[in-house]
C-alpha cells in the first residue's frame, strides 16, 4: 500500500492551477487573510501640531566676525519693510499682502573663503532666507513621517511563510512514527495536510519572492528533497532540481550543485533507473576533473547503492567496479575509513553473487578491511565495524562451518559494544565515515546532509542503516542461527531476545522526528526481523520434534502476514509454506505435506539456476522431503521419484552448502535398489564425510542409523552393535524423541541378538516412554 499522496493535484481545465490544501489563515496563494496592509490615506495635521524641522534651517556654530556680518544682512532686511523675525513664530499670521521675497543665489554670489571675508564686501554673500509657514494644513503623503515608537515593524512574508512551512514539517515528523504505525484514518489525513501545507508555503517563497542566488539555491534544495521524501512527485521535482542546478552553474555554488545532482540520481532512479545511472556516469568525471575528492567518494557510493538495487550481473560488475575505484582513491588520499567501507561493502556484494568463488572474494575484501582496521580507532570507524564482523560471520555461516562460526560471533558480540557505545550523535539510523585527508572544505558546506562537519572542519559521508536497537537485534538473530548450528540451547535464548527488542522497539512511543516514509521503512525492517526470528524458532522446534510449538508459532506468522508490509512473492512465505509442510509431515498427515510440497511456490527451478539462491534452496527442500514420501515403490507417486533425482542432481552436487550435499547422498541411498549395494555403500558414506566436515549433528544421526539399517540388520558382530549405538548417542544429541525412537528400535534388536537381554530391556523401556510421546500417526503398530 503507498501511504504517500499527490501533491500539486492535476490542474483543472484552462490550466489553472488550484492548491489542495492551504495554510490556516492563508489565501490560496500563500498570503494571509488578515494583517494585510491597505493603501495609506492622507490625514492633515491639526494646525495645532508642531511641524518639526520640515521648514527651519539648521545654523551650525560661526565665528564672531561672521555673526556681524549676519546682523547687517538683517539691519539691510529690515531696511527695505521686511516683516521682523519675532514674529515668525508657529502660530503668527502671516499678512498676506507682504510676502516675503525669495532670494535665490547665483552663481557668481556663492560664499567666498572665510579668510578673505570682509565687511564691505557683505552684500556679495546670500542671504538667510526663512521660509513662510504654509496657511493651511498640508497632507501627510506630501512628506516623510516619522515612525512612531509603539507602532508595528512591516510584516515580512518571505520570513513568515519559511517559518510556518519548518513549523508545518517539524509537526508532521513529529507524529510521523505514531502514525505510520497506528495507521489511523485521522493521523494519517493530518499527516499530509501538514506536510501539503508546508510544502505550498515554500512553492510560494519561490514564485513571489526574489531571492539571494544562494538563499534559492539552498530553498530549491530543501522544497525537492521534501518532494522526492514525502510525496510521488518526480516529475516537480525533477524541474526543481534541473532549474536550481542552473542557477548554482551560473553563481558557482559548486556545494548546492553537487547537493542537487546527487538528489536529482536518487529522484531519476524511481521512474528511470538506467537513466539515472547514466546521469551520474556523466557527473562522476566532471568531479574527478575538478578534483573534488570528497564528492567523487559520495557520487560513487550512490552509484554503489542504485546498482545493486536492480538484480543483474552487469550492474553488479558494475558496483564492483565503482567500490574498487574508491579504495584505489581512498588508499592514495590516506582516507582509510573511507576504504574500509568501500572493502566491507565489496564483501557484501561477493556474498550477494552465486559463484563457487563468491565466498572466498568476500573474505579477501573482509581481509582488506581488517588491515585498515587496525590503523584507524574505532570511533572513527563507528558502525563500519559492526559491518565488517557481520559480513565475516556470515561468510562461516554460508561456508556451514559450525566451530569456525561460533569464534567469530563471540568476537562480533565483544566489537558490537564497542562499535555501538563508540557512535555518537542521535541514534536516527545513519552512521558517519570520516574522511580523514580529503575534506571538501567550503563544496560541502551545505549538501542537505549528504556530508557533516567536525569541530576541526573535516568532513563526515552520512549513510543510511540501522538505528541502534535494530543492530543489537541483528547480533542476536545471527548469534542465534550461529548457536543453532551447533545444536546449542542458548540459541532459542539469542533469539527470544532479539525478539523481545524488535517487541519493544514497535511498542515505543517516544517522539521520534522523522518522515512518515522513513518510519514506515524502519518498522517494515523490524516486521521482517520478527519474522526471521519467529520462523527460526519454528525449524528449531521441527529439528526437536515439538511440532505443537512449530504450529502455534506457524499460525502467528500467517497472521502477521495479513497485516504486515511483507510482499507475497518473497523468500518468508515460501519458507513459511515449506514449514507448513515440514510440520505436517512430522505430525504424520503425509498426503498433506506431500501437496505441500509440490505447489508451484516449492517447483524446482531451471536448470540454469542460481546455485546459492534462497528460492531454490527451498525448492531443493521440498524436492527431497517428496522423495522421502513417495520412495516407497507401491506409493501412487512413485513414478516421479526418478524424474525429481535427475534434477535435483546437476543442483546439489554443486552446492556450496555441504548439509544439502550430505542430503542429497541420504536421499539416493534412501532411493536406490537392494541391487545396487556398492552405490548405495557410496551414499551413505559421502552423506556421513559431508556431514561430519561441518559437523551437523542432525545428518550425522540420520546417515549413521540409515548405515544400521542397510547394512547390519539381522547381523551378529562387535561392529554392527558399535554402528547401533553410535546411531542412538548421535539421536540423543539431536534431542530428536522420533530419531530416539528408532535408533533404540534397532540397538534392542541388536542387544537381543547378542544375548544382552538385560541391558536390551532398558533401552526398551526408554523407548516407549519416548513413542507415547509421538503423534498418533508416528507411533506404528
Known amino acids: 500500500m503507498d501511504y504517500r499522496y499527490q501533491y500539486p493535484p492535476q490542474p483543472p481545465q484552462g490550466g489553472q492551477y488550484t492548491p489542495t490544501f492551504s495554510a490556516p489563515g492563508y489565501t490560496p496563494n500563500g498570503y494571509p487573510t488578515t494583517n494585510i496592509p491597505q493603501q495609506m490615506i492622507s490625514e492633515p495635521y491639526s494646525q495645532s501640531q508642531p511641524v518639526q524641522n520640515h521648514s527651519m534651517v539648521a545654523i551650525s556654530q560661526r565665528s564672531s566676525q561672521y555673526q556681524q556680518q549676519l546682523q547687517q544682512q538683517f539691519q539691510h532686511q529690515q531696511a527695505h519693510n521686511a516683516i521682523p523675525i519675532s514674529q515668525y513664530t508657529q502660530n503668527s499670521q502671516v499678512p498676506a499682502a507682504k510676502p516675503v521675497p525669495q532670494y535665490r543665489p547665483t552663481p557668481q554670489h556663492r560664499p567666498a573663503p572665510q579668510h578673505r571675508l570682509t565687511p564691505q564686501k557683505v552684500s556679495r554673500h546670500p542671504q538667510v532666507v526663512i521660509q513662510k509657514p504654509p496657511p493651511t494644513p498640508f497632507p501627510i503623503s506630501t512628506v516623510t513621517p516619522t515612525a512612531s515608537p ?464 534462497a528460492h531454490t534452496d527451498i525448492a531443493i527442500l521440498a524436492a527431497m522431503n517428496s522423495l522421502l514420501l513417495i520412495r516407497d515403490p507401491s506409493h501412487p507417486q512413485h513414478y516421479v521419484s526418478d524424474t525429481l533425482l535427475a534434477q535435483l542432481d546437476p543442483i546439489c552436487l554443486a552446492h556450496p552448502n555441504k548439509a544439502i550435499v550430505s542430503a542429497y547422498f541420504i536421499i539416493q541411498a534412501n532411493t536406490k535398489g537392494k541391487d545396487s549395494i556398492v552405490k548405495t555403500k557410496h551414499c551413505i558414506q559421502s552423506a556421513l564425510q559431508a556431514a561430519k566436515s561441518i559437523a551437523n549433528q542432525q545428518l550425522l544421526c540420520i546417515s549413521m542409523n540409515l548405515m544400521t539399517a542397510t547394512f547390519f540388520t539381522d547381523i551378529v558382530g562387535e561392529q554392527a552393535e558399535k554402528s547401533a549405538k553410535a546411531g542412538r548417542l548421535l539421536a540423543k544429541r539431536c534431542k530428536d524423541d522420533l530419531w530416539v525412537c528408532v535408533a533404540d528400535g534397532m540397538l534392542v534388536d541388536t542387544l537381543e541378538k547378542h544375548g544382552k537381554m538385560q541391558e536390551a530391556q532398558v533401552v526398551r523401556q526408554e523407548m516407549l516412554e519416548l513413542r507415547a510421546k509421538l503423534p498418533e500417526t508416528l507411533r506404528g503398530g
Not at 513571489?208 to 516529475?235: G, K, V
Not at 533507473?273 to 557527473?283: E, G, I, S, Y
Not at 562522476?284 to 546498482?307: D, G, K, M, N, T
Request: net charge neutral.
Open 150 to 613: 509603539n507602532a508595528a515593524p512591516p510584516v515580512d512574508y518571505q520570513l513568515l511563510l519559511l517559518s510556518l512551512a519548518e513549523e508545518y514539517i517539524s509537526a508532521a515528523h513529529g507524529m510521523g512514527s505514531i502514525a505510520s504505525l497506528a495507521q489511523r484514518e485521522a493521523d494519517l489525513e493530518q499527516y499530509y495536510k501538514l506536510m501539503s501545507t508546508a510544502l505550498r508555503c515554500l512553492e510560494s517563497v519561490l514564485k513571489h519572492f526574489r531571492l539571494h542566488p544562494r538563499a534559492e539555491a539552498t530553498l530549491r534544495l530543501r522544497y525537492a528533497s521534501l518532494l522526492n521524501d514525502e510525496t510521488d512527485n518526480n516529475m516537480e521535482a525533477e524541474t526543481v532540481l534541473s532549474k536550481g542546478i542552473t542557477l548554482c552553474q551560473r553563481n558557482r555554488l559548486f556545494d548546492l550543485k553537487y547537493s542537487m545532482q546527487h538528489l536529482l540520481g536518487r529522484v531519476l532512479f524511481k521512474t528511470n533507473p538506467r537513466a539515472a545511472l547514466k546521469t551520474l556516469d556523466n557527473v562522476i568525471p566532471e568531479v574527478e576533473a575538478y578534483q573534488h575528492i570528497a564528492w567523487v567518494y559520495a557520487f560513487r557510493f550512490l552509484r554503489v547503492s542504485l546498482s545493486l538495487q536492480i538484480p543483474s550481473h552487469p550492474e553488479t560488475s558494475s558496483a564492483l567496479q565503482h567500490l574498487h575505484a574508491i579504495s584505489a582513491l581512498a588508499e592514495k588520499q590516506g582516507d582509510r575509513a573511507i576504504f574500509v567501507t568501500s572493502a566491507a561493502l565489496e564483501a557484501m556484494v561477493h556474498l550477494r553473487i552465486p559463484g563457487s568463488d563468491s565466498i572466498e572474494q568476500a573474505q579477501r575484501a573482509i581481509a582488506s578491511a581488517r588491515s585498515f582496521q587496525l590503523e584507524t580507532s574505532v570511533k572513527e570507524l563507528g558502525q563500519i565495524v559492526a559491518l565488517v564482523d557481520f559480513l565475516d560471520l556470515m561468510c562461516s555461516l554460508q561456508h556451514y562451518v559450525p566451530d569456525q562460526a561460533a569464534a567469530k560471533m563471540t568476537a562480533m558480540q565483544k566489537i558490537m559494544d564497542q562499535a555501538v557505545l563508540a557512535s555518537t550523535g542521535k541514534d536516527n539510523g545513519t552512521f558517519n565515515v570520516l574522511v580523514d585527508r580529503s575534506s571538501g572544505g567550503q563544496l560541502t558546506a551545505s549538501t542537505g546532509g549528504i556530508f557533516t562537519k567536525t569541530a576541526d572542519g573535516r568532513d563526515h559521508i552520512t549513510f543510511s542503516w540501522l538505528h541502534r536497537r535494530d543492530l543489537y537485534s541483528l547480533a542476536y538473530y545471527l548469534s542465534g542461527v550461529t548457536s543453532h548450528l551447533r545444536n546449542e540451547d542458548r540459541a532459542e535464548n539469542y533469539l527470544r531476545e532479539g525478539i523481545k527488542l524488535i517487541r519493544e522497539s514497535l511498542d515505543l512511543h517516544e517522539p521520534v522526528n522523522e518522515s512518515m516514509a522513513g518510519a514506515s521503512s524502519r518498522i517494515a525492517w523490524r516486521i521482517l526481523m520478527d519474522w526471521h526470528m519467529r520462523l527460526h524458532l519454528a525449524f528449531i522446534a521441527c529439528s526437536r520434534a515439538d511440532w505443537s510449538s512449530a504450529e502455534a508459532t506457524l499460525v502467528a506468522l500467517r497472521e502477521t502476514a495479513k497485516n504486515s508490509f511483507i510482499d507475497s512473492t518473497d523468500t518468508l512465505p515460501r519458507l513459511a509454506t515449506y514449514l507448513s509442510g515440514v510440520v505436517n509431515q512430522g505430525k504424520g498427515l503425509t498426503d498433506l505435506a506431500l501437496s505441500t510440497y509440490q505447489l508451484p511456490i516449492l517447483a524446482l527451478p531451471a536448470s540454469n539456476a542460481r546455485p546459492n539462491d
